[in-house]
């Protein structure tokens, strides 16, 4: 089983930038698929970017460029490096772990405001 804490989320104005953490309690971090997805208000959930356990990455192909996912497996924990944040990319940003057949496990989420 994994645990996931989020942090580094808070209010940045447009044009700034941002970097989450999810730190990952509980064994074999390096083998899950860990991901970042947001939610914005009265939306779906919707996927940012995931990386593998041999960090092959995958973005939303409308953040591809300025958003970054990356992960230390050494400290079981994943980042999202954001630049050129917009007043749209406003969500609560939830960190994810997944290894099928297991359940995939979620944070408790972060909120990112993009305002000036």
């Known amino acids: 089983q994994v645990q996931l804490v989020e942090s580094g989320g808070g209010l940045v104005q447009p044009g700034g930038s941002l970097r989450l953490s999810c730190a990952a309690s509980?064994?074999?971090?390096?083998?899950?698929?860990m991901g970042w997805y947001r939610q914005a208000p009265g939306k779906q959930r919707e996927l940012v970017a995931t990386?593998?356990?041999?960090?092959?990455?995958n973005y939303a192909d409308s953040l591809k460029g300025r958003f970054t996912i990356s992960r230390d497996n050494a400290k079981k924990t994943v980042y999202l490096q954001m630049s050129s944040l917009a007043p749209e990319d406003t969500a609560v940003y939830y960190c994810?772990?997944?290894?099928?057949?297991?359940?995939?496990?979620w944070g408790q989420g972060t909120q990112v405001t993009v305002s000036s």
């Open positions: 990386i593998t356990s041999g960090s092959s990455t």
């Open positions: 994810n772990a997944k290894h099928p057949p297991e359940p995939s496990y």
């Open positions: 509980g064994s074999s971090f390096s083998i899950y698929i």
